[in-house]
């Protein structure tokens, strides 16, 4: 059973008005991790896992010439056949279950560019406070500007952090393009 977020931070999920999605889009939903949970340890950045092998994938609706915006094998978001003129849509559709009561959660993309710098965009989902052991449902969106080939060249990890032990069940990665 799930349960919305309540406390701090957003109560409803936000979706991509995707008639603005000039560019195209590609949704992956995991299968994996319905049985193999990640599991999140206190105050640590984890990177998500996304096998794209659940029914409900979508890569037919990818821009013209893109072969893949999330990398299955690497579990990277990938923007190297973009326009640095482009901007990202990320959305992580995920199941949190803490193990304590007013837990905290926040998803963040961590961007490793070349030459090897790096930047971090977070949301901080908000508190957990239904009890602990309740799976929520969550969802997360963030926004990536790329604007040089620095960015555009690299590559992104998802990753999620609670200030407990948790485990996660991802949904649903979904990039769109404009």
Known sequence: M???LSG???????????????????SYNDSNTETNKIDIQ??????????????GTNIDQLPAS????WDVSTNEIKVN????????????????TPSVNDATVSVRVF???LPGFTFQLTRRSGNLNEGAGTEYELS????????????????????????????VEIDTVFIGVN
């Open 66 to 69: 893109v072969t893949r915006l």
């Open 42 to 55: 206190p105050g640590i950045w984890t990177n998500i896992t996304c096998d794209g092998l659940k029914i």
């Open 111 to 113: 961007w490793t560019g």
């Open 140 to 167: 997360e969106q963030i926004i990536l500007y790329i604007g040089d080939d620095d960015s555009r060249l690299g590559a992104g990890k998802i990753q999620i952090k609670s200030d407990s032990t948790a485990e």
């Open 2 to 4: 799930s349960n919305a």
């Open 8 to 26: 701090k931070g957003p109560s409803a999920i936000t979706l991509p008005d995707l008639s603005e999605l000039s560019g195209g889009f590609a």
């Open 81 to 96: 056949e973009l326009d640095n003129s482009n901007y990202i849509i990320i959305r992580l559709q995920f199941r949190i």
